[in-house]
């Protein structure tokens, strides 16, 4: 597959375009709560990518909106793709925007926050795919043992993997015809959350625990090597050094990555570090295009500006150019 795809999880048509008092119905019954909703109801568009114990939506709002929601059967992660939105549970208020990554349906838990002609990602778990992923990290514990100690990423390299690892199986994940593939992806996802966003589960457990490996093209596999990019992301990581660290082959680290990723491990480093060179020219970090490029080891600058453009649909200068200081 191509290193870099358009951008991110934008669907080709819609399941629901509407205003309104229609488009109010709608978003209650797609997430199965009150979401009261107020304010200027413009047009707004849903669509969903159902895998069972998981959903991606694409949302896309031209309306000024405000929420004061009832909880949901559901958690929910959100990657924003434009735009500003604001949501408070459980005492905490986060605000994220074009890049960020916040849990923005707590674990059975009401929300409010408001936000204006917004653009997001939503991934959403069911209490049976977040007590897999307890379970596999602390045995004999549930989903309902989880609490987030933080709603944002514990990192922006952590931030960066958890995007990175939605891009690609938002489009290749397993179908009916693959159960076992299908539940890898799963877990891999439901473990990704765990690391990525601060919790009392992974806190209270070792490592080695939630790193522990059946066999060397496993979805451990996989954790172990995003881990190692999340924390080496700046740096030279060769196949063979990434390998070595995960104390697999070169070889089987490939396999992996192709079989529960559907892709390679460079491409996935590569999709972390565009990210994160994203982040920098977002929020004002980086003086220039070319030198947070050439940190994150782009050193062609129309190959990178080329895959940027894929996945971020705007030129990196554009991105500089709305930095905040």
Known sequence: MS??????????????????????????????????????????????????????????????????????????????????????????????????????????????GQGAHYELRATAFTGDALTQAVRDVAPGRTADDLRFTSYVPRTPAAGARWRAIVDELASTFPGDESPIGRQDAVRLLGHTLLETFPNTVVAETSMGEVRRDSRDASPATVRRAVQVIEEEAGQD????RLADRCGVTPRALQYAFRRHLNCTPLAYLRRVRLDLVRQSLRDGSASTVGDVASRYGFHNPGRFASDYRQVFGENPAATLARSTP
């Open 3 to 112: 290193p870099v795809r358009s951008r991110r999880g934008s669907p080709d048509a819609y399941d629901f375009e509407g205003t309104g008092d229609e488009a109010r119905d709608w978003l209650d019954k797609a997430y199965g709560t009150d979401l009261r909703l107020s304010g200027e109801m413009g047009t707004i568009r849903h669509g969903r990518t159902d895998h069972g114990d998981v959903a991606v939506d694409h949302v896309d709002l031209d309306a000024t909106l405000r929420f004061d929601a009832e909880p949901m059967s559901v958690l929910v992660v959100v990657d924003m793709l434009d735009g500003v939105v604001e949501y408070t549970r459980d005492g905490r208020t986060d605000q994220a925007r074009d890049g960020d990554s916040v849990v923005s349906a707590g674990w059975q838990m009401p929300f409010t």
């Open 237 to 240: 990581l060769s196949l063979a």
